[in-house]
């Protein structure tokens, strides 16, 4: 097999739709994994497999889809680093909603920016951090101190087997189908992983419509990202 069979990023998508042919036509390989947390995971092990069976050191994996999300505008590019699972519930036996019970796994991921895993000069702006949220007014409830630290926010993506439309149990900043699943696999397997998502609606009542109006637009998005990753030299060494 050529070397292209195995890139040392491997970009994952979950739809060809998200993608409108930006990658095929310029001859880059993407992994589509089919929809939800089930079909990513199965997809990613596998690809995953064919590279140790072929004695390939594994791939960084470079998440490319889209989002909904009440904090960022339709159209924003956001590169999240932490990464939660939104309908892992098991809080009728006292575990925190998104936890797995007894597993080692932490119920959040965090992986590093992606501008310190690639070179990149963004085509558009990525977003990657918030600002620390405004002091509460007083008297400030102890229970906010966290917020109280000054420090800018990195982006969270939560994920969950459905389309959601109305407000997680668990506070997040953009809401996807696969993230989390792809996320947990690069992190028992010792993959390095990259996320970038394409704000395309509101995670509300308007989703479906707005996120079928708004593929074109995330599929321009991540080929121009994608072509200002490359054009820096692409493939760096980890």
């Known amino acids: 097999m050529t070397a292209n069979a195995f890139p040392e990023t491997l970009v994952v998508m979950a739809l060809e739709v998200e993608a409108q042919g930006y990658f095929e036509r310029a001859g880059v390989p993407v992994l589509y994994t089919g929809v939800g947390k089930i079909n990513a995971s199965m997809s990613l092990i596998r690809r995953l497999q064919e590279y140790r069976a072929a004695g390939r050191a594994l791939p960084r994996v470079l998440n490319f889809g889209t989002a909904g999300s009440k904090r960022c505008a339709r159209g924003t590019l956001v590169a999240p680093q932490g990464f939660v699972q939104l309908d892992m519930d098991v809080s009728a036996l006292g575990f925190p909603p998104g936890h797995t019970p007894f597993d080692a796994v932490p119920a959040r991921l965090d992986f590093p920016p992606l501008a310190l895993q690639l070179p990149l000069r963004p085509a558009l702006p990525l977003v990657t951090h918030f600002p620390p949220p405004a002091p509460p007014a007083p008297p400030a409830p102890p229970a906010l101190h966290a917020a109280q630290s000054g ?17 997680p149990r ?6 996807d189908m696969e993230a989390y699943a792809l996320a947990k696999v690069c992190h028992v397997e010792g993959a390095r992983f990259a996320c970038v998502k394409y704000v395309t609606d509101g995670a509300d009542d308007t989703a479906a419509v707005e996120w079928q109006d708004n593929l074109a637009a995330a599929a321009d998005a991540f080929w121009k990202l994608y072509q200002a990753i490359a054009l820096d030299g692409a493939e760096p060494a980890p």
Not at 152 to 164: I, K
């Open 170 to 175: 668990l506070a997040c900043d953009l809401i």
């Open 151 to 167: 420090h800018a926010e990195t982006a969270v993506c939560g994920s969950a087997d459905r389309f959601e439309t109305g407000t």
